[in-house]
């Protein structure tokens, strides 16, 4: 959660308020904490680990995990974004992707689906097993990164499976494939049939 030591001076202190509340604002859009589960455990790490990439292009879903900062400085109605001038986070990333899907997937009669793509690539990932119930039990801290570490060095198998858009019939390996034509090729394959919706 980004935190930094409030013990040093008062500006720190405020720097680290915004920080938590700019994390609160990234659980409340993927809803972390519902009757059944709580996921602020992963959360909290997703967000202590920057999202580097090395595939060309897939900076600007850097770009996207950066545009929520400006969203919650709007929300804020003061100058926010100085105390958060850290990289893009894991957590940031995902959440950018999963608005990206949710721009092509619309659907007016169902709102904002946000929160459902977001868990949809949690599961692929297979975090969604560590809510914080089980997190201890699970091994959770090591697991999780080993996870996090085979998306970052895309590590993961040809056709995607461990990866954020595993497919059934890839065309290409997916390990050399921007994480954007990823998700259109995991979008087809899932949502789309003949170029119309599902």
């Known amino acids: 959660m980004r935190r930094v030591n409030r013990d040093t001076n008062p ?52 770009m996207d995990g950066l545009k929520l900062r400006e969203q919650f400085a709007e929300k804020a109605r003061y100058n926010v974004l100085y105390a958060l001038n850290f990289p893009c986070s894991m957590l940031e990333m995902l959440i950018g992707v999963a608005r990206r899907m949710e ?44 996870l996090i570490d085979a998306v970052l060095a895309r590590t993961y198998k040809r056709n995607g499976k461990g990866g954020l858009f595993p497919l059934k019939n890839p065309k290409k390996d997916q390990r050399k494939v921007e994480i ?19």
């Open 103 to 146: 721009d092509i997937l619309y659907d007016c009669e169902q709102g904002d689906r946000t929160e459902r793509w977001f868990w949809e690539i949690m599961s692929n990932l297979g975090l969604d097993r560590y809510t914080d119930m089980k997190y201890e039990d699970m091994y959770g801290k090591e697991r999780i990164d080993v």
């Open 11 to 62: 500006e720190m202190s405020f720097e680290t308020e915004i920080r938590d509340e700019y994390f609160s604002y990234l659980c409340d859009i993927i809803n972390v904490e519902t009757r059944r589960t709580s996921y602020f455990i992963l959360a909290g790490i997703l967000h202590n680990r920057d999202f580097t990439w090395f595939v060309p292009n897939d900076d600007n879903r850097t």
């Open 180 to 198: 954007w034509y990823q998700m259109c090729a995991y979008l087809d394959e899932n949502y789309f049939a003949g170029g119309c919706l599902l």
